[in-house]
């Protein structure tokens, strides 16, 4: 039997089953030396719970008409990382789109394109955060966002390139006219970074071009070496 000791941190306060802070602890290994795990919290509650995870939305009164074409520069919803070189990376989390009235007809795709810094940066034009876009923390603490992701809607200048999209999610034709709340949601679980200086760019597309839809995106901030 071979003892092995390891150091922990803990986050945040000490539990009530810790006695002090420097006790020493017995970790558990399974009989193939692997150390076993429980997890304390359901799926990506450890993150959402340091305060750092946002969600933004387009708001009814700014929803977009669907177009039956693929996009070429415009975006309706722009998520720019504006944290200075070496501050927080955006994981994008989720991202949706819902029909908020009737019209649309076929299939609907959710699309995406991810822009690097160096293609958004030598864009024309300036990218600022409108106050018309929702933004909320995932949370549910703060009331207003202080950081530095900036946000855009329905944009032609910034900073989406034709034939870059790419689908995050999509339906199958539902025939005919469709009713209010049609949806398509894509779980990322961090799929996609927007390191600082980048930008994430969302559109959305159905088989006729009429009907109207919002569509959002959740993130979390986050400190990482990104290589």
Not at 30 to 37: H, V, W
Request: with cysteine.
């Amino acid at each position: 039997m071979t003892d092995v000791k390891a150091l922990y941190q803990v986050r945040g306060n000490i539990r009530t089953y810790f006695a002090a802070a420097g006790q020493d602890l017995q970790p558990m290994l399974s009989d193939g030396g692997a150390q076993i795990m429980v997890q304390g919290l359901p799926e990506r509650a450890e993150l959402v719970k340091l305060g750092a995870s946002w969600g933004a939305a387009i708001p009814t009164a700014s929803a977009f008409t669907y177009v039956a074409a693929w996009p070429t520069t415009r975006s309706e919803l722009i998520l720019f990382n504006g944290e200075t070189a070496g501050g927080p990376t955006y994981v994008v989390d989720r991202a949706w789109m819902s029909d908020i009235t009737t019209g649309a007809t076929g299939g609907r795709a959710l699309l995406a394109q991810l822009v690097p810094s160096p293609n958004v940066a030598g864009v024309t034009g300036t990218i600022g955060t409108s106050a018309t876009v929702l933004i909320h923390q995932l949370s549910g603490r703060a009331i207003n966002y202080g950081g530095n992701a900036k946000l855009h809607l329905a944009d032609t200048l910034l900073p989406a390139l034709a034939n870059q999209w790419f689908p995050l999610g999509t339906i199958p034709s539902v025939g005919g006219v469709t009713t209010i709340g049609t949806t398509v949601e894509a779980n990322l679980y961090g799929r996609l970074l927007v390191p600082p200086g980048a930008a994430l760019c969302l559109a959305g597309v159905a088989g006729a071009a009429s009907g109207t839809a919002i569509l959002g995106v959740d993130w979390h901030e986050v400190l990482m070496n990104l290589g």
